[in-house]
């Protein structure tokens, strides 16, 4: 066993060491010297040398071939040093530390052993006995901690996840002041999370679990604002190497973020801060903003029937090099979860999670789903990108032409989602036709997309139209393509099959698999008369909808698919849609 565990550990080494490209024909060998021949677990220790290369990967390997750290390191003048803390768990025997580009030929390769530490019969120093290395420094303004004796990364498997905790000896934690909000500062220790790392990609994972870097900022009190969690770029970008499908999972007080490792653009981080990524530090900021909104604004909020179930939160994902800083905008995934915990059971049908305009403080939907918590609370998972800024609501809206309809609990439903509006306070117009401008912008609010930008991207739309900004991001996300003449038609009526190869491409925006993808062909299904009507374009999207029971007929024999669809048939469709792709609960 510990034979073949070294093998899948030398290949796994070799794969590694040969990410980095190396010139052709250079025999770059680096030279390395370790600090000392002997350490024991929970020592710190200097890794130095030489090397005519720009970078190199540095790693450390246990006794038993598994990998104990791993680390992209930059070389200043042909020199390079890194500092690695072993953990306090650190098995004893012999490591060998590898450094180097390309195969292991080109690699310098040292060892060094870990002995148990010895006795101490002379007594012990107890000046700080009353703050643990992972303790919370309260007196601080975001200076530097030493060192912390970084413990073991607890390791929790279950039915759906693989989850390496990082150990709160690794958290170094301070306070910071940052534009009148006083945040728990959280330092990461790079040794510590490259570890996590590691031990997450020794687990058997057959079932292709999700794999979890979990960090819980420990407890804040009151004062706090919330937490700005500090992650080196460097052990992510080697992450997406070693495990590019693992999730770093980081939880403040009630709320969390998960953030996908390969949802991270090194490259486009280093080009903006012209730096390196062992130069970018990475900064994940949950903030509560309970002073957002004015008098004025919360009075029209209840005016309008919206109760706030929670205080505005933000979360943001910055990088930061040299002085300089930009927003992480996340790429390769369209949705990063995201939860808040909340006391007391909400009441998922009239309930939303709501994105809060920075400068208007408007509030549009967000994809999230209500669940209930162990103690009694609820749970909210929302489904968005970075940066944003969110609140928990409620309404119950009602439309006196809507009482009574086929579908008054589906437009009173996404009405409550912030989704769907009446065509006044009162009047919602079920029978009432669509257009395509409104079926749109309908879409892009499913979505929980932004649409302030004012600009045309069709020759019939102005800039100036209030649809403009739906119609170009639903442009820009693949949702619309226009038609053949460069225009968009924004005010004909939409058809059911137009209706139906637009809700098609929604499913594919929100990576939504359909149950029966082997989509059953209308023109075979003696239920529908008119199914020869279907335009050839349209015909996949339609016979998606109906095999799945997302689309019915206008009648039990009849599809209609050029009739124009009414504003009841169109929430009732996307209703199931949302509902289909757990965007919403059942």
């Not at 292991?104 to 040292?110: F, P």
């Not at 038609?483 to 990576?511: N, Y």
């Not at 009739?563 to 209703?575: D, G």
Request: proline residues 5%.
């Amino acid at each position: 066993m510990t034979s073949k565990k070294s093998i899948i550990s030398f290949l796994l080494m070799t794969m590694l060491m040969t990410s980095v490209p190396v010139a052709a024909g250079a025999e770059a060998v680096p030279a390395m010297k370790l600090d000392a021949a002997v350490k024991h677990p929970g020592d710190t220790f200097r890794i130095t040398g030489t090397s005519p290369l720009s970078n190199i990967i540095v790693k450390i390997v246990r006794p038993d071939g598994t990998v104990l750290y791993f680390n992209a390191v930059k070389v200043n003048q042909d020199a390079y040093q890194d500092t690695i803390t072993l953990p306090a768990d650190t098995m004893t025997g012999q490591y060998t530390v590898i450094a180097g580009q390309g195969g292991l030929e080109t690699a310098a390769k040292q060892t060094f052993d870990v002995t148990k530490i010895p006795s101490d019969t002379g007594g012990s120093d107890s000046s700080d006995s009353g703050r643990g290395p992972g303790a919370y420094n309260g007196g601080g303004s975001g200076s530097a901690a030493p060192t912390p004796n970084v413990g073991a990364s607890p390791v929790k498997t279950d039915g759906s996840a693989i989850t390496v905790t990082v150990p709160a000896s690794a958290l170094t934690v301070t306070e910071v002041n940052e534009n009148g909000a006083v945040l728990a500062k959280v330092a990461v220790d790079k040794a510590a999370l490259s570890a996590a790392f590691g031990k997450l990609t020794s687990q058997s994972n057959e079932n292709r679990k999700a794999l979890i870097v979990s960090i819980v900022v420990p407890g804040q009190g009151k004062s706090l604002a919330g937490a700005k969690v500090e992650l080196p770029l460097e052990v992510l970008k080697a992450a997406q190497s070693m495990a590019p499908d693992a999730i770093v999972a980081i939880q403040s007080n009630s709320s969390s973020i998960e953030l996908p490792v390969k949802s991270i653009s090194v490259s486009t981080l280093e080009s903006s801060l012209n730096a390196l990524a062992s130069e970018i530090g990475i900064a994940v900021v949950i903030q509560t903003k309970p002073g957002l909104f004015t008098e004025n604004e919360s009075k029209t909020m209840a005016a309008q029937g919206i109760a706030t179930l929670s205080k505005p939160i933000s979360f943001t994902i910055s990088a930061a090099a040299v002085g300089k800083q930009v927003k992480v905008e996340t790429s390769g995934t369209r949705f990063i979860n995201k939860s808040l915990t909340l006391s007391g059971k909400i009441d998922p049908k009239n309930s939303t999670v709501a994105a809060i305009d920075p400068l208007t403080h408007e509030l549009r939907f967000v994809p999230s789903v209500f669940m209930s918590a162990a103690d009694g609370g609820t749970t909210v998972v929302l489904k968005h990108p970075t940066n944003e800024m969110y609140m928990v609501v409620s309404s119950k809206p009602t439309f006196h032409d809507a009482v009574g309809h086929w579908a008054q609990h589906s437009i009173e439903h996404l009405a409550s989602k912030l989704i769907v509006n009446g065509i006044d306070t009162n009047t919602f117009a079920p029978d009432g036709k669509v257009t395509r401008a409104e079926f749109t912008a309908l879409l892009v609010r499913a979505a929980g997309l932004s649409s302030d930008s004012q600009s045309s991207v069709f020759k019939d739309v102005q800039a100036s139209d209030w649809f403009s900004g739906a119609v170009r991001t639903a442009k820009e996300q693949g949702l619309v393509s226009g038609m053949e003449d460069g225009t968009f038609r924004p005010h004909a009526e939409i058809t059911r099959e137009q209706m139906a190869a637009m809700l098609e491409r929604f499913m594919g925006l929100v990576s939504t698999e359909p149950t029966d993808p082997q989509a059953k062909s209308v023109n075979r299904q003696s239920r529908f008369k008119d199914s020869g009507e279907i335009t050839e374009w349209a015909r996949a999207s339609v016979e998606l909808l109906v095999s799945n029971k997302l689309m019915d007929g206008k009648a039990a024999d009849r599809l209609a698919p050029k009739e124009s669809a009414s504003r009841a048939e169109t929430v009732v469709v996307l209703e199931r849609l949302l509902r289909y792709a757990k965007l919403i609960n059942e």
